[in-house]
């Protein structure tokens, strides 16, 4: 992600929010998605903001659409990148295989000690346990219903890729068309890992969208050269 705010703080401020219990934060008990959208609320009042442009990856984009919707008076505008927002049996046995310190260990010992450095000094292997436990409660209640994502009344712009294993593409346009003018934007490849995806056509996509979500929206029917616009 650091590359991506690298690229991103060079256009406007912009502030990394840690979740509950990540990056060295002392992990609660039990994840829910209201108990991490009451604390990114707070870490916005602890630093005087009123409101924000919020973009989120992965299922930090859905954490930014319940913010919309929960709390709209804190958001300015919503930026997702391949935000996942269906949990059915599939996807959570591949998040379930995902999260996998055994795994991980074996397979990319890599990302291992990055996820060790990046949360010391909590144990990183007991936080990604209780992250795959939010991840299968919702599959038995979802964290935004359709009706609070048609509810959304904030600007959305939802940027997906075109070969990502773990959010297709088909999902990005079905969460952009239950959002009211919500913009759908897709990149050839993919964005996980975030580091195979164009950084620097996301950045320029997010910063014309932010300066201007209605200018973004009204061109949203033009085919681009980085980008296939699905806005019909």
């Given amino acids: 992600m650091q590359p991506l705010l690298d690229r991103l703080g060079t256009e406007r401020p912009v502030i990394a929010l840690d979740w509950l219990g990540h990056g060295g934060r002392p992990i609660p008990e039990r994840f829910t998605v209201e108990a991490i ?116 009344t904030k600007p959305v712009l939802a940027l997906g890729a075109l070969e990502d294993p773990l959010v297709p593409a088909a999902e990005v346009r079905e969460l952009a068309g239950l959002v009211p003018g919500a913009i759908p934007a897709l990149f050839p490849g993919t964005a996980h890992p975030l580091a195979q995806a164009p950084l620097d056509t996301i950045v320029r996509t997010l910063t014309r969208f932010i300066d201007n979500p209605a200018g973004l929206q009204r061109t949203a029917r033009v085919k681009l050269t980085e980008f296939r616009w699905d806005r019909r």
């Fill in 37 to 152: 959208g009451a604390d990114l609320i707070a870490q916005l009042d602890a630093r005087g903001i009123a409101a924000a442009h919020f973009f989120g990856f992965s299922v930090g984009g859905l954490l930014a659409l319940w913010l919309a919707a929960r709390h709209p008076e804190r958001v300015l505008s919503v930026a997702t990148l391949t935000a996942k927002f269906i949990y059915d049996a599939r996807a959570i046995a591949h998040a379930t295989h995902l999260t996998s310190a055994e795994r991980l260990l074996r397979s990319n010992p890599e990302r291992a000690a990055a996820l060790e450095r990046m949360h010391a000094p909590q144990d990183w292997q007991a936080l990604i346990v209780k992250v795959r436990d939010m991840f299968a409660e919702f599959a038995e209640r979802p964290p935004l219903t359709r009706e609070e994502l048609a509810g959304i």
